[in-house]
Structure formats: structure tokens, C-alpha cells
């Protein structure tokens, strides 16, 4: 086996250290502010948003951290707060994730009345909708996700955001209430139909604009359907429910089908 020569090995590592150095150098001049800058935080807003712009996160953090750090007095300060929370959030990480809710729930509570505040309570609901996990999982992002857009929606009717706060909003409801229908479907396929009827009409009261709500109608009624004389006549309601409110469905011919069949059983019966 051949070694390298002592001499060379030193030769090679400090060749190595001063590389190192020189990066380190270049680094922290590239983050640094130039001689002569009137306004620092600013210069070190504009770089930190221009290296988020790029998806440089930990660059764009360095300058940030620099602001919220140095100039305490900055007006770019809550800014850069938000910043922050954007580098982590744009990361994705489980951790990264974990620190974007520090940072926007931070900046509600020490700028409550800045006028970006409803961005960050915003971003405070979509970080925890960014965790959502599907219907047949663990629901508690979920209910945190519905917890902090329903105060973004209310607290700031007139944000700019506010369209796409209610759009995001009615995707994590329709998440939690696809899990509760599951559920209740579950107990449908096993034909305990009480606990179906039960869990349907509970989503029903809790969520009544839920998107896939005809699958809720539809199932109820038939769970209700092979019941006695009184629930047959309570599931008639819900068939013509379906009908009435939605024109597309592959729910749609079976309810009217059923609405027919019922209504003959329960004329015969009369």
C-alpha cells in the first residue's frame, strides 16, 4: 500500500484550510454589508428577499437573521420576521415547518396591528394546512389548519388574500368531513346502520356546505332506507336532497330511482 509523503499530507491540508477560509470569506463578504451603505436594513431586506425569490433559503436567512439581530429599531424588522418564517416554510421540512409556525405566531405577537398581519396569520394556517395528512389518518393538522384560517377569514375580511383563504379553508373542512364520512362509510359496508346514520347525519350538522356531500345523502337515505316504515319516510328527504342540489353525481340515478321506490312503498302503505 502506498502512503503520501508527511510532507505532501501537510502540504494537501493546508492547502484544504485555506481553501476553507477563502470560501468562508467570500461568504460571509457576499452577506456582509458594503462600505458606505446608507440604509443597511434595507440593503439586507432587498438581498434576503431577492435569495428567497430563488429559493435560497439558508442565504436568504442569513440576511434576515442579520436585520432582526442588529437593527432592532428597523422598520424593516417585522419584514424580515416574516421572512424568516417564509425560509422555513418554503423548506418543508417536519422541522422547518415546525419553525415557520414559530416565526408567523412570533409576528402576531409582537406586531398584532402590523398591516401584513394578515399574511401571517394566513401563513400560520397554511403551514399547518401544508401538514395535512390524508382522511384515513391522523386528523389533527387538520383541525389546526380549520382553527387558524377560520380566525384569518374572520379577522380580515378586506385582505387581498382573503379569496384564497376561504378556497384553502374549504379544502381542509372537506378534508376533516371526508375523514368523518369514511368512517360512517365503514359502518355503512358493515350494515350497523345506526352508528352510519348517526356519524352521516353528525357531518351533515358540523359541515353542511361539505363538496362531497351527495355521497353523504345518498348513503344516509339507504342506511335509514332499510329501516322500519318511520326511517324509510325520514330517508325520502335525502334522496330528494341529492337530486335538488347537485345536477352531477354518480349518485344521481340510483337517488332518483330510489325517490320513486319509496314513495310507492310508502303510498301503498299509507
Given at each position: 500500500m502506498i502512503t503520501a509523503h508527511p510532507i505532501a499530507r501537510r502540504v494537501c491540508l493546508l492547502v484544504a484550510v485555506f481553501?476553507?477560509?477563502a470560501a468562508s470569506a467570500c461568504g460571509?463578504?457576499?452577506r456582509g454589508v458594503p462600505d458606505g451603505t446608507v440604509?443597511?436594513?434595507?440593503?439586507l431586506y432587498e438581498r434576503g428577499s431577492e435569495e428567497l425569490a430563488e429559493?435560497?433559503?439558508?442565504?436568504?436567512?442569513?440576511?434576515?437573521?442579520?436585520?432582526i439581530d442588529t437593527y432592532t429599531q428597523s422598520t424593516y424588522r417585522p419584514d424580515a420576521k416574516l421572512g424568516m418564517g417564509d425560509t422555513y416554510f418554503g423548506e418543508g421540512t417536519p422541522d422547518g415547518l415546525e419553525r415557520a409556525?414559530?416565526?408567523f405566531r412570533e409576528f402576531l405577537s409582537f406586531f398584532p396591528t402590523n398591516p401584513r398581519a394578515d399574511y401571517a396569520q394566513f401563513k400560520l394556517g397554511m403551514t399547518h394546512f401544508r401538514q395535512m395528512r390524508g382522511p384515513q389518518r391522523d386528523q389533527t393538522e387538520t383541525r389546526e389548519a380549520i382553527r387558524e384560517l377560520d380566525l384569518f377569514v374572520t379577522r380580515y375580511p378586506n385582505s387581498t388574500l382573503l379569496t384564497e383563504g376561504k378556497a384553502r379553508l374549504r379544502d381542509a373542512r372537506d378534508r376533516l368531513s371526508q375523514s368523518d364520512y369514511e368512517v360512517g362509510y365503514f359502518y355503512y359496508r358493515q350494515r350497523w346502520y345506526p352508528g352510519a346514520v348517526d356519524r352521516f347525519k353528525a357531518l351533515l350538522k358540523q359541515d353542511p356546505e361539505f363538496t362531497n356531500r351527495d355521497a353523504v345523502y345518498f348513503h344516509l337515505g339507504e342506511a335509514l332506507a332499510k329501516g322500519n316504515s318511520s326511517s324509510k319516510a325520514e330517508a325520502l328527504p335525502y334522496f330528494e336532497k341529492l337530486v335538488e342540489e347537485f345536477q352531477q353525481s354518480e349518485y344521481l340515478a340510483d337517488a332518483t330511482k330510489r325517490i320513486a321506490e319509496l314513495k310507492a312503498e310508502l303510498q301503498d302503505k299509507s
Open positions: 481553501a476553507l477560509a460571509s463578504a457576499a440604509q443597511p436594513d434595507k440593503f429559493k435560497n433559503w439558508l442565504t436568504a436567512r442569513e440576511f434576515f437573521r442579520q436585520i409556525l414559530n416565526e
